[in-house]
């Protein structure tokens, strides 16, 4: 079998130009995702099943960005982002109505995602406070903050 | 370049024709070993391209049979590169050791052509560093950088290519190399964008072509009595084919 093998090298010179036309045609372009948050999901307490927030309003405090969410309606799960430029920050989490705030504490690495990508920025999620408007509980699930859509904590109501 | 795609034609035309060749049973080839010394030369055309860092490459060989190449090559390299989004410098030297097996008979071979696989161990050495590394999320841009550090990486490159002498002792080849990254030596996040010797090191596979010259001189001749394969062609004999390349040897 294995002389039967190094015997096939008239195929060779066909093997080496096919590799070489794949090497030649390595596209350089970013395809992945690059924008590592907190992947929170929604349960009834007691029961501990998932649950379709009504009304979902999302802002962060002291951001002079928009809101995330605005009003959206029947939401299973939301994202929430890291500020990497300090060790903790703060989101206004409007449901149904009712406002409650939640507040991250985690540490911020950058994290290589490819050569054509470049980098993202990953955090350590070390603990959370919350107020207790509407939400029940908070349970942290996974502390690594990627850009991986596992889910990190879950929202107790 | 005329005279070389010449000769990388007749070594094409060699290796497809072979089974056409119909000679006697039995070759006795005086083979030179050679042992050498080579460059790299990458690609003008991706040179200009700046696909690949700026560096050189040097190459020992060691002719053990008429078959097994000892190869050894050292080299440094020096890479540079600005995206939109971060600035990324990395400098350091490579070693990379193994053997090149040629699938030519000897009788094809002759001392002057190869068409084969090499098969090698890499160790590269070197620092990288970040001048800049920019983020821009919903809080706004943040801005990071990363001192220099230094780190060991290793890895195995797989490597099918051709070879011809070009004139007396002067071989000129070409190949196409796979590498598979063993060890990153910079853990998960901060993965070198350029490894030394083995390419980009943010993927465990890297691929590329490599263009080499070498000057190669005979140390010793070997004398080396090849069986070729001979079909049965008595009546009655169903056609079987003896296994090709059957190899003696007079020291």
């Known amino acids: 079998m294995l002389t039967h093998l190094f015997h096939t090298y008239k195929t060779l010179p066909l093997l080496v130009l096919v590799v070489s036309f794949i090497v030649s045609c390595v596209p350089e372009s970013c395809y992945q995702e690059t924008t590592s948050s907190v992947k929170a999901g929604f349960y009834e307490t007691g ?8 009304s979902v309003t999302l802002a962060a405090q002291g ?34 109505g009712v406002n409650d705030t939640i507040t991250f504490f985690y540490e911020s690495f950058p994290h ?11 955090h350590k999620l070390d603990r959370c406070s919350f107020t207790k408007n509407i939400i029940d509980t908070v349970i942290i699930r996974n502390t690594n903050i990627t850009v991986i859509n596992e889910e990190n904590i879950r929202i107790f109501l | 370049m005329r005279r070389t795609s010449g000769y990388s034609f007749r070594l094409m035309l060699l290796l497809m024709l072979q089974p056409l060749v119909n000679a006697s049973a039995q070759d006795t080839v005086n083979f030179p070993l050679r042992l050498g010394a080579g460059a ?13 860092p700026g560096g050189f490459e040097a190459s020992g060989f060691y002719d053990m049979s008429e078959r097994i190449t000892l190869v050894a ?5 020096s ?50 560093s970040n001048q800049f590394i920019e983020y821009d999320s919903f809080w706004g841009t943040y801005t990071t950088s990363k001192q220099s550090s230094f780190h060991g990486a ?31 030596g910079t853990g998960e996040d901060m993965r070198a964008i350029d490894i030394p010797g083995f390419g980009n090191g943010s993927k465990p596979l890297s691929s590329g072509i490599n263009y080499f010259i070498s000057y190669r001189i005979p140390y010793r001749h070997k004398r080396v ?21 059957t190899t003696g040897t007079i020291r």
């Open chain 2, 225 to 245: 009595i090849y069986i070729k394969p001979v079909r049965e062609t008595e009546e009655g004999d169903s056609g079987t084919t003896r296994p090709p390349g």
């Open chain 2, 40 to 52: 790299a030369l990458f690609s003008p055309v991706s040179a200009l391209a700046g696909r690949y």
């Open chain 2, 154 to 184: 290793h890895f195995l490159e797989v490597s099918p290519g051709v070879r011809a002498e070009l004139f007396r002792n002067f071989f000129i080849g070409w190949g196409v190399n796979i590498r598979f990254l063993v060890y990153g």
């Open chain 1, 112 to 122: 290589l995602v490819s050569k054509e990508c470049g980098y993202t920025i990953y």
């Open chain 2, 73 to 77: 090559d050292g080299g440094f390299s």
């Open chain 1, 47 to 54: 029961t501990g099943l998932e649950l379709k927030a009504d």
């Open chain 1, 63 to 96: 951001s002079s960005s928009d809101t995330v969410y605005n009003n959206v309606k029947n939401l299973k799960s939301i994202k929430l982002f890291l500020d990497p430029a300090t060790p903790g920050c703060t989101w206004v989490l409007t449901l149904n």
């Open chain 2, 79 to 128: 890479f540079v590169q600005e995206n939109h989004n971060y600035g990324y410098e990395n400098n350091g030297i490579y070693f990379r050791a193994g053997a090149d097996y040629n699938l030519l008979n000897p009788v094809q071979a002759a001392g002057r052509y190869y068409a084969g696989i090499s098969l090698k161990y890499g160790l590269s050495l070197f620092s990288h």
